[in-house]
């Protein structure tokens, strides 16, 4: 995991060396501290030469520029003036980073040319998307590691992450909101190491362990085992895991941050580390990225880090159900029949279909134990939704319009994107059964829609509900200003707005 770059805020610039970095629009011009620096005549001869019309995100870089004491010069665009939308604050902080080298120390005069002031949420959105930005998945790699504290490729020391100290006249508002956004990003990053782990090394049980390490930040853990579900008649659970030797895992995490007896917000994430498609098994191409089939339950995990870590005052409840999902001569076949922990009877059609039958009782648990006034779901569940959505939208489902534009609304805000899909009794009844109460597939056609029908069929009346199928999103998207990684942490930012907006008292 990579280490955090040094973010910091102050009112001045601690140093004159280093490198400057400072902010343009497609005027091309500066704010007033930096335009007294004397650098535009110099800037305007760079962009010439460069091409660069200070497009939003595009950079300028000048080395040992004239006249100034710093050693570099990197000029960052804003695009159109009056353009910016909010979500855009970190892409620049990630844009930002990305023009940095490791080791080095930026100074960010954080101005606007048209006079508008920066504030502190959009300085410490700058400072989250530096944090994204500087991630990188690379523990396995033997010249990565070094020896003995070296680097493995020359023997030289391994350099520190690059430092951004943000300079403001709101840097003490920014310094408040600096913690939440740390806590974000920290839940962020976590989710995407998750996702990125082979399935060798992340199984059920170390994905569990894993999970309970955030009784350290004050959330309670309840983990239950394959003989406690089955206790629990959790047969759809199950049923997916009984393929693999590695034994399942539901794990529980409860955040109490409103000690009022308010009923919690749920969330509910798949988390099959490994599959194969089962009997119905996947085509051999493409196969080793199954391994980020868990992400709906790497971005719950992520979630309750960040609310724990900036002690969010919201109920809040996290559910994961974990299995492996192989093809064995114990494992599940078409046709077999299994019982939910609900009661619902369902015809396996397709052992690749599995995610919903997680999800069936995992969602029932959280009803019986927590009794949630509000359940999300969090899914890499269907293929379809890439063909319908692509990378840059999540699916969402929801049966509570509230619900539905409330997270539109933090999708929007933190560039976590979603659509709603429709629901509907003409979806329903493509998963009826001839043999039992439903089917687990209602075949090719609408797959993401009655993928969601499924789903449905276990949520509580009166509880307003919301699947997020981010199975385009959540690995192997493509990459941004925030993240250089195969797995983006799709989810922790979205869910953790939508608490922060809606649900903390």
Known sequence: MTDNPAVSFHKSASSDTGTLVVLTDETLGFGA???GMGIAELVLKAAGVADYKGKAMATLDVLAPAGLSFDRLVVVGLGKAGELVEGDWSRLGGAILGALRKGE?????????DGTPIT??????IGLGAI???????RYKSSKRGKEGKDGDNGKASKSPASLDIVSAEASKAKKAWTARLAVAEGAILARE???????????VE??????????LGVTIETLTEKQM???GMRALLGVSQGSVRPPRLVAMHWNGNKSKDKPVAFVGKGVVFDTGGISIKPAGGMEDMKGDMGGAAAVVGLMHALASRKAKANVVGIIGLVENMPDGNAQRPGDIVAAASGVTIEIINTDAEGRLVLADAIWYAQKTYEPKVIIDLATLTGAILVALGSDHAGLFANDDALAAALSKAGEATGEKVWRMPLGAVYDKMIESKFADIKNTGGRYAGSITAAQFIQRFVDDGVAWAHLDIAGT???SPQSETNRSWASGWGVRILDRLVADNYEG
């Open 120 to 125: 502190g949420d959009q300085l410490a959105e």
């Open 132 to 138: 994204l930005r500087a991630y990188s998945f690379d």
């Open 474 to 476: 959540a690995m192997g």
């Open 194 to 204: 998750l996702v990125n782990e082979p399935a060798n090394v992340l199984g059920p």
């Open 207 to 216: 994905f569990a362990e894993k999970a309970a390490e955030l009784a350290a």
């Open 105 to 113: 120390k930026a100074t960010l005069v954080a101005e606007r040319p």
């Open 33 to 35: 501290d930096v335009g």
């Open 230 to 232: 089955k206790k629990l």
